[in-house]
T-cell receptor, first 113, second 112 residues
Framework: GNSVTQMEGPVTLSEEAFLTINCTYT??????LFWYVQYPGEGLQLLLK?????DKGSNKGFEATYRKETTSFHLEKGSVQVSDSAVYFC????????????FGKGTRLHILP | DTAVSQTPKYLVTQMGNDKSIKCEQN?????MYWYKQDSKKFLKIMFS???????INETVPNRFSPKSPDKAHLNLHINSLELGDSAVYFC???????????FGQGTRLTVV
């Protein structure tokens, strides 16, 4: 079946460190891929997306590249800030009748000042 | 203007009660969803509707009944609430011609 696997958290980094959160997927067909972010006490916000192979999504200094050959969509940021502390979800949508959004289990990120 | 709005934001109620959560989107989207987020932050789809038609019903107890009076609204009614229903419930909407979904702020349901 279709699924998303992302690295277990929590991830704790110091401010200005380099961030990678791994995400791999299993899908029949060609999914669109997303990273959503959930700040404490809030809903989910779209962080970035990529709709086809080799697309790079970017926003707020975060980047992720759709790698079809490795079925991956790893999230990276060169220099994290305390305000980046949140839970990050990798997700996919397959454009078929049910259009189900499938989420990974989420990775909690703590950034220390 | 909030794109996807849910009410109430917080709901505390006793076991056995019946409660409803309302969701409205002003984006003109065709598809709406309900997701349940547990205490470990895991997001599980419950229902999806497309133009008022039920598309997904994911092994949810029949105490949960979605209602879509029009394509801008998808409400969730829960009968005979149980302790295990305590969670955050998220509504979302999506345009089938587009890709990403837009989420509401969530409703934190606590059953005591």
């Amino acid at each position: 079946g279709n699924s998303v696997t992302q690295m277990e958290g929590p991830v704790t980094l110091s401010e200005e460190a380099f961030l990678t959160i791994n995400c791999t997927y299993t899908a029949t067909g060609y999914p669109s891929l997303f990273w959503y972010v959930q700040y404490p006490g809030e809903g989910l916000q779209l962080l970035l997306k990529a709709t086809k192979a080799d697309d790079k999504g970017s926003n707020k200094g975060f980047e992720a590249t759709y790698r079809k050959e490795t079925t991956s969509f790893h999230l990276e940021k060169g220099s994290v800030q305390v305000s980046d502390s949140a839970v990050y979800f990798c997700a996919l949508i397959l454009m078929n009748r049910d259009d189900k959004i499938i989420f990974g289990k989420g990775t909690r990120l703590h950034i220390l000042p | 203007d909030t794109a996807v709005s849910q009410t109430p934001k917080y709901l505390v109620t006793q076991m056995g009660n019946d409660k409803s959560i309302k969701c409205e989107q002003n984006l003109g989207h065709d598809t709406m969803y309900w997701y349940k987020q547990d205490s470990k932050k895991f997001l599980k789809i419950m229902f999806s509707y497309n133009n008022k038609e039920l598309i997904i019903n994911e092994t949810v107890p029949n105490r949960f009944s979605p209602k879509s009076p029009d394509k801008a609204h998808l409400n969730l009614h829960i009968n005979s609430l149980e302790l295990g229903d305590s969670a955050v419930y998220f509504c979302a909407s999506r345009d089938r011609a587009g890709t990403e979904a837009f989420f509401g702020q969530g409703t934190r349901l606590t059953v005591v």
